[in-house]
């Protein structure tokens, strides 16, 4: 008896792993075809100075419109295509787009850069950098236009591999920022060495910023951290005004979260801009041509 009980309890997984595998192998080659047939399109969440509200950038994310499966957010599918390999053509599909999108922009006048999150493969390719100056060429955008985030575990994963590529990335004038600060187990005597700009206090501590004493002590160190070490310091995933006013007393710089927007399209986010960027009559961030 005890002996069925335990084959059927094989029968079971074997088949729930089959499904799996069968899930995994469609998830598979439903991205390759994602690409080429334009299923991927990207959202634009602005990234505001917290001091005015000032808005002259935005982080690009990733969206998947599957014919059967409807909208998949990245965390359903980025893990997937990191495994598999595929994330490499996603990451160039990403910068080729929004970079000519930004190209587009700067053009009418828009002074705009733009946050490209990027992943431990692409970080892991020695010719990264070198994708990335093609991207950048083939655009006709400045490398001081684009910050790239990369995550601490991104980073750790191999991190002398990850720090010849953030090198190269930097002397080419690439902007890069750390993502997710503070979910990771990097250790801050490496952090110190890495060529990096900016660093993004991961949302898990800002959300309970109006309440909870230890994310305030969290938050509050980590932006005297980054600030000695000559990092600016954004918040992501603001949701409250509260957060927002306690962020501004700690002098963090810039913030991103749905009290100030959610990610938008591209027509919704210069839509956004117009409505946003310029308080009446403060002159901020007026257009070159006055428009
Ligand atoms: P992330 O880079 O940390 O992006 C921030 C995530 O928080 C985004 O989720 C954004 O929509 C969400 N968010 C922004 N403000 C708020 C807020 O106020 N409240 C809440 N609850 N959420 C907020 P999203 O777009 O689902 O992206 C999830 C993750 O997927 C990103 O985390 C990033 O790691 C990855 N990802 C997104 N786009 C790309 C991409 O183009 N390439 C790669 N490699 N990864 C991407
Ligand atoms: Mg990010
Ligand atoms: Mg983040
Ligand atoms: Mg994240």
């Not at 089959?18 to 080659?29: D, K, M, Y």
């Not at 969206?63 to 957010?73: A, E, F, L, S, T």
Request: hydrophobic fraction near 40%; aromatic fraction near 8%; include cysteine.
């Amino acid at each position: 008896h005890e002996a069925k009980q335990g084959n059927r309890g094989l029968l079971v997984f074997e088949a729930a792993m089959e499904r799996h595998v069968e899930h995994g192998l469609t998830l598979l080659s439903d991205l390759r075809r994602a690409a080429d047939q334009h299923e991927f399109f990207l959202l634009y969440q602005p990234k505001l100075r917290l001091s005015d509200g000032h808005c002259d950038a935005a982080e690009v994310l990733i969206r998947w419109r599957h014919p059967q499966r409807g909208i998949v957010p990245p965390d359903r599918f980025i893990p997937f295509a990191e495994q598999t390999g595929a994330i490499k053509a996603i990451t160039l599909w990403v910068l080729q787009h929004a970079l000519n999108q930004l190209a587009s922009w700067q053009q009418l006048g828009w002074q705009l850069s733009l946050n490209i999150n990027v992943s431990t493969r692409d970080l892991g390719q020695p010719d990264f950098p070198a994708l990335v100056d093609n991207a950048l060429r083939r655009a006709g955008v400045a490398a001081a236009s684009l910050c790239l985030e990369v995550t601490e575990s991104a980073i750790m994963d191999d991190p002398a591999q990850a720090l010849r590529c953030l090198q190269a990335l930097n002397e080419m004038g690439v902007r890069l920022s750390i993502d997710d600060f503070g979910t990771g187990y990097s250790s801050l005597a490496y952090l110190k060495k890495l060529p990096v700009q900016e660093l993004k206090i991961d949302r898990s501590f800002v959300s309970g910023l109006d309440r909870d004493e230890a994310d305030v002590t969290i938050v509050r160190s980590t932006i005297d951290l980054a600030h000695h070490m000559g990092l600016a310091v954004v918040a992501e995933g603001i949701e409250t005004e509260a957060v927002s006013q306690r962020l501004r007393s700690f002098g963090c710089d810039q913030a991103q979260g749905y009290l100030y927007s959610r990610p938008l399209p591209a027509m919704e986010f210069i839509a956004w801009l117009k409505q946003h960027r310029f308080p009446a009559g403060s002159g901020i961030g007026a257009k070159p041509d006055g428009r």
